[in-house]
């Protein structure tokens, strides 16, 4: 099988709140959410956090190799916190013009995805707008009764309600269905479930678990392949002083992967202040719970 015939999810930044590079996050890494999602012949990409710099760089140097084929991605944003935003001014694909960015999330109160995310790069604060950036931007709003289908050979975008518009999610299309989480201050956060040719991942980040298990994120995340789920605060911390903050803990994330049936869990938006080895044991503890469980690390690829 070769490349083009695979799903397979890259991890470019794993950690959450804020960068922490240095000596002590070298193994899983200091940069913040970016996860590539490379669906056959299209590029998906969930959140734009530092760890989008790199990849952005990377998708530079396989276009060279590729004989300068134009760089197209969509890209998926679950909320704008700074920190799910922070490395877009930096992305290389958005400054050349052959470039075409698909760049969809959800609405925050009364603004558009546009509007929001145009004051991560308006001056002041950066030197160059967002409309004056040479790629082409397509930029919408995405609604929660919504969902994506992608043309895995051609890469033609569209968007259906899935009320009035059903689709049948067969093997050319790259299927992306949208939940909407309450649980994370102050707007909420969209999850994505990612499907191809029966394979598919669901990306559960920046949401807190409910008592007795988020039973609604359960039934969306039903018999996937990978879970990647927000496991930001150990226990211990959670219960002293972090309930409400809209993150989850390693038991929480472990009890959504097993009443899900999913085959794998990936814990993710790590916390800044723990270090390599603080994570590791975490990562130790969960796998007692739900033994197919690694920690996200900078570089992990994982191939459904």
């Known amino acids: 099988m070769t490349e083009r015939e695979q799903f397979i999810v890259r991890f470019w930044g794993t950690r959450g709140s804020y960068p922490t590079p240095g000596p002590t996050t070298v193994r899983y890494g200091g940069n913040t959410t970016c996860v590539e999602l490379q669906v056959g012949r299209q590029t998906l990409v969930i959140d734009a956090g530092t ?46 013009g052959t470039s075409t960015l698909h760049i969809l999330g959800p609405r925050t ?10 004051h991560a790069v308006l001056p002041p604060s950066f030197p160059v707008s967002l409309h004056e950036m040479p790629s082409v931007k397509v930029i919408r709003s995405l609604q929660g009764t919504e969902m994506l289908v992608v043309d895995e050979e051609q890469g033609s975008l569209h968007i259906h309600n899935i009320y009035h518009d059903p689709v049948e999610c067969t093997d ?20 994505y479930r990612v499907e191809w040719r029966n394979k598919s991942m669901v990306f559960a980040s920046d949401t807190e678990g409910y008592m007795g298990t988020d039973r609604r994120l359960v039934k969306f ?11 930001q ?65 900078e570089g992990l690829e994982i191939v459904l």
Request: glycine share 6%.
């Open 51 to 96: 760890g989008i710099i790199n990849l952005g760089h990377d998708l530079v140097r396989r276009s060279k190799e590729s004989g300068n084929k134009p760089i197209v991605a969509t890209i998926l944003l679950t909320h704008m916190h700074h920190d799910h935003t922070q490395g877009f001014p930096y992305f290389i694909p958005a400054y050349i």
């Open 109 to 118: 109160f009364d603004q558009e995805i546009e509007e929001i995310l145009g």
């Open 172 to 191: 050319d299309k790259i299927c992306v269905h949208i939940h909407k989480s309450y649980a994370h201050p102050k707007s909420g956060t969209y999850i």
């Open 221 to 231: 995340s039903h018999n996937t392949d990978l879970i990647i789920h927000d496991a």
């Open 233 to 297: 605060y150990t226990d211990e911390e959670y219960a002293v002083q972090k309930q409400g903050w809209g993150h989850s803990t390693p038991m929480m994330a472990c009890d959504v992967a097993r009443m899900a049936n999913a085959r794998r869990l990936v814990l993710f938006h790590h916390e800044p202040l723990y270090d390599d080895e603080r994570i590791a044991d975490i990562e130790r503890k969960a796998q007692d719970l739900f033994p197919e469980t690694i920690a996200a690390y």
